[in-house]
């Protein structure tokens, strides 16, 4: 389960995505809808509906006079069944 979840994506859009039961997950260059979905139900505990993957693509930068590269990524977007939610983010008050 290592190897394909990796990590939640917390970004200002993936937060907005949640209050849809839509969850932004980084996960391993090898894995595939149905891995994906079973790791996220076996991890979190919730039924999956739904996987979307998208291929981030790497990305040349400049840093001054030397150039680099930021590695691509893939993103696994979850939706997950109605009432029920992963809690990936803790509100401060």
């Known amino acids: ?23 932004v997950f980084e996960v391993g260059k090898d894995a ?3 891995e994906i979905g079973k790791a996220v139900a076996d991890m979190y505990k919730v039924t999956v509906e739904k996987v979307n993957i998208v291929q981030k693509r790497h990305k040349t930068r400049r840093y001054g006079k030397t150039t680099g590269i930021k590695p691509g990524r893939k993103a696994a977007i979850v939706t997950v069944k109605k009432g029920q939610e ?7 008050k």
């Open 86 to 92: 992963i809690k990936l983010f803790e509100e401060t």
């Open 1 to 23: 389960m290592k190897d394909i979840l990796i990590q939640p994506i917390i970004t200002e859009k993936s937060f907005n995505l949640s209050s849809q039961s839509k969850y």
């Open 32 to 34: 595939n809808k149905k």
